[in-house]
């Protein structure tokens, strides 16, 4: 915040949070995966517990999607 970034993130504090955005084609289960793979790949990298981390799932529809220098669709 304001340019300072904290030495650590102390276990008990406010999680890390993680939007994640993926297209909407995927199953429940692809879900499921990626949200689990992203928590446990975020704990095992930043040494936090994944208990204290947040992780959002959205959807991106086709065509609601710039990259590319285009509007995506599938």
């Given at each position: 915040?304001?340019?300072?970034?904290?030495?650590c993130?102390?276990?008990?504090?406010?999680p890390l949070?993680?939007?994640?955005?993926?297209p909407d084609?995927?199953?429940a289960e692809a879900i499921e995966k990626m949200i689990t793979c992203?928590?446990?790949?975020?704990?095992r990298?930043?040494?936090?517990?994944a208990d204290n981390i947040f992780?959002?799932?959205r959807t991106a529809g086709s065509g609601t999607v710039f990259d590319a220098g285009k509007i995506v669709t599938w």
């Open positions: 915040m304001a340019g300072q970034v904290a030495d993130q102390p276990n008990g504090s406010h949070l993680v939007n994640l955005l993926a084609f995927s199953t992203v928590a446990t790949s975020l704990a990298l930043t040494g936090l517990p992780v959002h799932y």
